[in-house]
């Protein structure tokens, strides 16, 4: 063990993300030759250092997009031929408004839960606001005389960093109602071998990882960009949106939850884990057996709830629709990019979109779309002082610098293409508060709320399209009072934001460094 020490103090002193990127791309051809050997490359990662080729356009059905109609769908029908299409009353549909909204929306909510819990994040926080949220499951355990399951998904990694950690958390709870309850942690397939030893743990989640957020109880459901951690609660800009009372949404994510889970390592009493039987290993098994087997085993969801969907009427005041969208690009499933790429691609001069990433840093095909996509665009980002890593230790402090030469690149191309008139990049700003939401609301001319919003996990940017799991909603609404949530949503964040120009990165705060120059390009896929 002598070596692979030596090696493991190298990479830490390295202290990197570029660091692991070496390896990562030393591990993707090695795969890719061994694949080639195969003779099949179907669920291979893009290069890691390389914009992927632009995803296969969903076909597109006869007449514009966007364009209002009497379906109910605002000319968004063409969405229900590719994913679920679940109608619900918009009256059931509540956006929530604050940090503290959530977090006592889901205390509120476990406690009175019957059946089922169902939590899917990044991670569980390991503070007191976490604890009082474990302290509601317990409670709501309790009362349940075994009636209520609890199903908790987690990354491995980020779940598993620190000697206290989402794991520790969980383990009393998991002792104690061991047959009503279920940790998953899910484990990229891509950290494995010779990677996995080297990658120190706090660059291994760079990787890949599970980034769901989805908290559900009974038959209502919260969609969030937000983590299960204590900032997200109180000082951490998100946003968060609440189905009520729906069960065939409900059921559709309790079902995801459950087939990223079943192929996900399981958390045990001693706190070990292990795998289901007869499931392939994540990272000791054979990738792209683990990516097929994981990718049936997630289609399967998908596509049951597809052509159930597809045989029901909706009710009559059912004026909303709820698309679900998932991407997993380990696993070879691209629906959300698909999607995200068409709304993009077919924003036309009649609308306006509202597009908002709390790490700015689209992919090159997704900043194509916009620069040439005949739409007016109001993009707001996190500035550099409520972004999650201002002031962080080490590389990791340099990363808002990095996203503010990103923004500066995007913004350069949208002056030497003369578009300063129709895409506007916004900075948010606010004492003591970091920036987290995604997301984007879509406007259709001569209205001045919008008809549509993606909410979820994903950031439009590498990471969400090719490395992590992701899931999102696309709400189509004609449900006045819902539209006009979402306006409010969309204009409180921007209220907020100052417009970027070019004085803004000439600004001596704004100067990045040359080593932070010279290193993003290294890097950028990697946050």
Request: hydrophobic share 40%.
């Amino acid at each position: 063990m002598a070596a692979p020490a030596t090696w493991r103090r190298l990479l830490s002193s390295a202290g990197s993300p570029a660091a692991a990127g070496a390896f990562t791309r030393l591990s993707d051809r090695l795969r890719r030759a061994r694949d080639r050997r195969a003779g099949s490359s179907v669920l291979l990662l893009a290069p890691l250092l390389a914009e992927a080729d632009p995803p296969r356009h969903v076909p597109r059905p006869a007449g514009p997009a966007g364009a209002p109609g009497s379906d109910g769908l605002c000319g968004f029908q063409w969405m229900a031929e590719h994913v679920p299409a679940f109608r619900v009353p918009g009256r059931r549909v509540h956006v929530l408004t604050s940090p503290d909204h959530f977090y006592q929306t889901m205390k509120a909510r476990i406690k009175t839960a019957r059946r089922r819990v169902v939590m899917a994040s990044l991670y569980l926080g390991t503070g007191q606001l976490e604890q009082e949220l474990v302290d509601c499951m317990e409670e709501a355990l309790l009362r349940s005389q075994e009636n209520l399951k609890v199903s908790i998904l987690l990354d491995y990694t980020r779940g598993s960093r620190g000697r206290t950690n989402s794991r520790t958390m969980l383990l009393p709870l998991l002792r104690r109602f061991f047959s009503q309850m279920r940790v998953s942690l899910y484990h990229t397939p891509d950290l494995r071998g010779l990677l996995r030893l080297l990658v120190p743990q706090r660059f291994n989640e760079t990787i890949g990882v599970q980034h769901i957020k989805v908290y559900l109880f009974d038959d209502s459901i919260i969609i969030s960009g937000a983590n299960l951690s204590d900032s997200y609660f109180t000082n951490r800009q998100d946003r968060y949106v609440l189905l009520e009372n729906c069960s065939e949404v409900a059921d559709f994510f309790s079902d995801l939850v459950d087939a990223v889970g079943d192929v996900s390592l399981q958390l045990q009493p001693d706190d070990s884990v292990t795998m289901m039987e007869g499931t392939v290993h994540p990272y000791h098994g054979d990738r792209q057996a683990f990516s097929a087997a994981a990718r049936k085993r997630i289609m399967e969801v998908v596509n049951r709830a597809h052509v159930r969907q597809q045989l029901l009427e909706g009710g009559a005041d059912d004026d909303t629709v709820v698309f679900p969208l998932v991407q997993m690009k380990p696993l070879g499933i691209q629906i959300d990019e698909q999607v995200t790429q068409r709304l993009l691609t077919d924003a036309g001069p009649d609308a306006a979109v509202f597009l908002t990433s709390g790490y700015f840093n689209l992919t090159q095909p997704y900043m194509r779309m916009v620069l040439g996509a005949g739409a007016r665009f109001r993009i707001l980002t996190a500035a550099p002082e409520v972004n999650g890593f201002f002031g962080a230790k080490g590389v990791a402090g340099a990363i808002p610098a990095a996203y503010t030469l990103i923004a500066r690149q995007f913004y350069g191309q949208v002056c030497l293409q003369g578009q300063q008139g129709r895409v506007h990049l916004h900075e948010y700003h606010r004492s003591q508060w970091t920036f987290h939401a995604k997301g984007l609301w879509y406007y259709l001319q001569g209205q001045d709320r919008p008809c549509l919003t993606l909410i979820g996990s994903p950031n439009f940017g590498y990471r969400s399209v090719h490395r992590d799991l992701e899931a999102q909603i696309a709400i189509v609404t004609e449900n006045a009072a819902l539209q006009i949530q979402l306006q409010e949503e969309q204009q409180a964040l921007y209220q907020r934001a100052s417009e970027v120009s070019v004085a803004t990165f000439e600004r001596p705060e704004r100067r990045v460094k040359l080593w932070v120059k010279l290193l993003t390009p290294l890097i950028k896929n990697f946050f």
